[in-house]
């Protein structure tokens, strides 16, 4: 009997040093858990105040490189006002309203100047006008008053010259037996200028040996083909300086998408990412044993699995040293939540909107 209940003993006695060794190796566990947690939390907050403080040395830079920029603008627009305030070629100002609704009003009723020649000297007029609005434009904000009206303007512009060289081509068609070639009997014209180049053919002597012509001084050859040969046929090729057909396609301007501020950080920390809350007795640079308690457990949010971990570690903690100090052989099993089963994470993604 003595010895059985020796050998009982015995055994108690080493469940007791197991149970006691395993409470000891668990609040060693929770006990580097939590320092690893606050590790992380400190360096969560060094890494967000280092950013604040470069967002706003990027802000501080951004705001001079603004007012710079703003300077530049003024002082173009005060050369720009001068300028058209000296200048005395007959045009109108391009952004008063009253100015160029007259000019295209007028040209556009105007059928006395219908030859090419005409057309080709009052067209590098109104695509002056169109370079002048073009300049404007650029130095322009996107969300300018009257940006919709200038490209309105440059547009119109735009439309009235093809019609006026549509109408000179006509007119020149109508009489092409006065410009008709003397070695070949067909008509082939080139008008140039620094604005605009046309080149016209037409099909006069329907003559099947010409199968082809070269417009040398463009350098343009196109081939005449058998069933034309015999027919009222004309080919005209029109350069100008500027792209008029690309604004008129849908995809020309880009898809205007929400502004937002790239250099705006929220009061609060970033979205989805822990809050932590200290505590009074909390010390920088404490020992973790001795300011174990760094959290508020009040705030933290039961809902967030690494704040609820992190609840659950000081709770372990807590159970351990209220145990030594009582002294009493009370067994705590502490189940395990399944939140606290997955990996602690060890990176924290820092996102500024």
Not at 86 to 97: A, Q, S, T
Request: charged fraction near 35%; proline fraction near 3%.
């Amino acid at each position: 009997m003595r010895k059985d209940k020796k050998k009982e003993d015995e055994l108690k006695k080493q469940e007791e040093e197991k149970r006691i060794n395993d409470e000891r190796e668990a609040a060693k566990l929770a006990a580097e858990r939590l320092v690893e947690l606050k590790r992380q939390r400190d360096k969560y907050n060094n890494e967000l105040l280092f950013r604040s403080s470069e967002l706003a040395e990027t802000r501080e830079l951004l705001t001079i490189f603004r007012d710079a920029l703003e300077k530049i603008r003024r002082e173009r627009v005060d050369q720009y006002t001068w300028y058209r305030y000296l200048i005395c070629d007959g045009l109108p100002n391009p952004i008063i309203e009253k100015e160029i609704n007259t000019y295209i009003s007028l040209w556009r009723m105007d059928h006395s100047r219908m030859s090419m020649e005409d057309v080709m000297i009052d067209s590098v007029n109104s695509l002056k006008l169109i370079d002048e609005l073009r300049s404007l434009i650029a130095d322009l904000n996107e969300d300018h008053s009257e940006l919709e009206r200038y490209h309105g303007v440059m547009q119109e512009l735009r439309e009235l010259v093809q019609e006026k060289v549509n109408g000179a081509c006509v007119e020149t068609l109508t009489k092409a037996s006065h410009f008709a070639d003397p070695v070949t009997g067909n008509l082939q014209k080139y008008w140039h200028n620094d604005w605009l180049s046309l080149c016209i053919w037409a099909n006069l002597s329907k003559n099947p040996r010409i199968k082809e012509y070269t417009f040398e001084n463009v350098g343009i050859t196109f081939s005449i083909s058998q069933s034309l040969t015999h027919t009222d046929c004309a080919f005209r090729i029109l350069f100008m300086k500027f792209d008029t057909y690309s604004v008129l396609s849908p995809s020309f301007k880009p898809q205007q998408i929400e502004n937002y501020d790239l250099g705006r950080i929220s009061s609060s920390p970033v979205d989805n990412q822990p809050t932590f809350k200290l505590s009074k007795n909390y010390k920088q640079n404490g020992d973790a044993n001795e300011n174990i308690d760094v959290f508020d457990r009040e705030n933290m949010d039961k809902n967030d699995p690494i704040q609820h971990e992190m609840r659950t570690t000081l709770n372990l903690f807590s159970a351990y040293s209220d145990d030594q100090q009582d002294k009493e052989e009370v067994e705590v099993i502490i189940e395990e939540p399944e939140e606290d089963r997955a990996t602690t994470p060890r990176k924290f993604i820092y996102l500024f909107i």
